[in-house]
């Protein structure tokens, strides 16, 4: 019966403690500096966010950003459908994104490893493209939901109950 309660109590306690790291919201920001081009030296802000419950941390993987915002030559660029973070194996290459008119196309592609080969390229209809790469800030924080972490404790509480009627 005690071998029992044990592993009731030992189950509980995985179950609660997997709970616990749930995928959660992630929001990072961004800032680069072009290197290349007729826009040398010219520098670019901004942020995004995506949910990693959608990852399956298996191959490669574009998550749809819940919000995107780049500051570039003076102006502001929003979400769009091309707003993706991208994922090999689980690890960030960079983001995907394309916006413009009939007279400029500004784009982020991913790294090929990471992102530390990820750039965002901007070019005008006919022109040279100009073209930098961007370091993201921001570390994910997996902070548990209140119920997630209430199971947790119940699962320990328990856990304790168990060894403290054994011994």
Do not use: C
């Not at 997997?18 to 959660?24: D, F, M, N």
């Not at 966010?49 to 298996?58: G, I, N, T």
């Not at 749809?64 to 769009?80: I, M, P, R, V």
């Amino acid at each position: 019966m005690k071998t029992i309660a044990s592993l009731v109590a030992g189950a509980a306690l995985m179950a609660g403690l997997s709970l616990g790291a749930q995928a959660a919201p992630v929001s990072k920001t961004f800032e680069g500096l072009i290197d290349a081009g007729p826009l040398l030296n010219e520098t670019f802000t901004g942020f995004f966010s995506y949910d990693d419950a959608a990852l399956s941390f298996s191959g490669f993987e574009s998550v749809a950003l819940s919000s995107f915002g780049l500051d570039f030559l003076g102006a502001s660029h929003g979400l769009n459908a091309t707003a993706m973070a991208d994922f090999q194996d689980g690890i960030f290459l960079g983001l995907s994104y394309l916006d413009g008119t009939p007279d400029w196309t500004l784009s982020f592609t991913s790294g090929s490893f990471d992102s530390s080969d990820a750039y965002l390229h901007y070019s005008l209809t006919g022109g040279v493209e100009s073209s930098g790469a961007y370091t993201v800030k921001g570390a994910a924080s997996a902070v548990p939901e209140p119920a997630s972490l209430a199971l947790s404790l119940l699962a320990l509480g328990g856990v304790a109950l168990v060894r403290r009627r054994k011994g």
